[in-house]
Structure formats: C-alpha cells, structure tokens
C-alpha cells in the first residue's frame, strides 16, 4: 500500500464548476501539506501550503486537511480550462523533510 | 518562473553512458532536493542536500550520485545509464528553515536510447 493515495481520473468538468481532488494518507507523521499542479511536461508548481489540520483560501483555491480521518482535499472554484492539469498531493513530517507524493489527479476542464 | 534554474533541458544518450544534470536553486535556499518523475512511478524522491552536506536519501541507485558545491548549485550524476533510466528529473529547493513549500525547476528530461 501506498503512503499516499490520489485517485489518477481522469477528471473532466465544464467550465465554471466546482472541483474536488482529494488525498489519503496513512502515515500519521506528516504535519505539512501541499498541491501542486503540473502542466504536461512542466515542473511541480506549489498552489497551497498547510500545516496541520485546518482550512486555507487563496483566491479560487481551498486547501483542507482532516489529520484525524488522514484526508485533504483541494477545492478549486470557477473552474477555468486554464486549470486543465495533473494535481499532485504532497506531504512531509517535518520542514526540511523529502515531500512524499500522490501520484496525481489529471484534470480537463471543458468550454 | 520557481527563481529555480536546471540544465540541460533534454539530453539523449545511449545506454552505458554517463551525464550530468544541473540545478541552481533560489536565491539564498540552502536545501536542494532532486527527484525522477517517470510514467509508472510518479515523483519519487532521490537524495537532498543542505549547503553541501548530504542530508536524506532516497531511492537512488548507487549508479547514481550528486553534490552541492559551495555556490550552492547542485549536478546529479548518472552512470552506466539503463532504458529505465529514461524520466523526468527535477530538483527543488527550500529556504535555509525548511518553512514552506519546496519550489521545483523546470526539470531535465532524460531519454536513454
């Protein structure tokens, strides 16, 4: 079993909705969570940083951790098909910890 | 733009050979971390460094090494290069705490013929 689940969709949505990604996780030691998104061929590039559980808003995104049920979820409002993308989940124990990676979400959002 | 810079873009080379990646990181980040993304694997992580000492590893092949000079830029090298060789190689960095997130490179990606 992997440390770090992430359902690989792909997932297609039209232009406008909300959009859900979510991750499970089984290592109770990560305290630092983060979304990345990667267009094809492109390098990660962080969208939301948390630490521990809670909510944080950026714009059009909402990153959400639930460290008891081991879950996060990134929400993504008014979707835009500039948002088309594979979203990763990443998570450390500690601040200058390797990241452990979901495998990603790979988004399509329509006109 | 990260502020993190690697080279080549794209190398191609046979099997058996050797090269090198290079990465600069963000202005004042002490921590650089590489990683190989491929198809089946995802992001997997390699080794990292912190102002020229080795500080984790990962799953990295012992054909594999890497440094951190005193400029801070770091080069993964790679040898007796297999097909399976063939992925995505990032490296990333952080501020000298470790606070926030890593910021990746554009990545170099490497095709073993």
């Known amino acids: 079993q992997k440390e770090v689940e992430q359902d690989p969709g792909p997932l297609s949505v039209p232009e406008g909705a909300i959009v859900s990604l979510n991750c499970t996780y089984s290592?109770?030691?990560?305290?630092?969570f983060m979304w990345y998104r990667q267009y094809s061929r492109k390098g990660p590039e962080l969208l939301m940083y948390t630490y521990s559980s809670g909510n944080k808003e950026d714009g059009r995104f909402t990153a959400q951790v639930d460290k008891s049920s081991k879950y996060i979820s990134l929400f993504i409002r008014d979707s835009q098909p500039s948002d088309s993308a594979t979203y990763l989940c990443a998570m450390r124990p500690g601040t200058a910890s390797k990241l452990t990676f979901g495998t990603g979400t790979r988004l399509q959002v329509t006109l | 733009d990260s502020g993190v810079t690697q080279t080549p873009k794209h190398l191609i080379t046979a099997t058996g050979q050797r090269v090198t990646l290079r990465c600069s990181p963000r202005?004042?980040?002490?921590?650089v971390y590489w990683y190989q993304q491929s198809l089946d694997q995802g992001l997997q992580f390699l080794i990292q460094?912190?102002?020229?000492?080795?500080?984790a590893k990962g799953n990295i092949l012992e054909r594999f090494s890497a440094q951190q000079f005193p400029d801070l830029h770091s080069e993964l090298n790679l040898s007796s290069l297999e097909l399976g060789d063939s992925a995505l190689y990032f490296c990333?960095?952080?501020?000298?705490?470790?606070?926030?997130?890593?910021?990746f490179g554009p990545g170099t990606r490497l095709t073993v013929l």
């Open positions: 990333a960095s952080t501020k000298a705490g470790g606070g926030g997130g890593q910021f």
């Open positions: 290592n109770s030691a990560f305290q630092y």
């Open positions: 460094y912190y102002n020229g000492e080795e500080r």
């Open positions: 202005s004042g980040d002490l921590s």
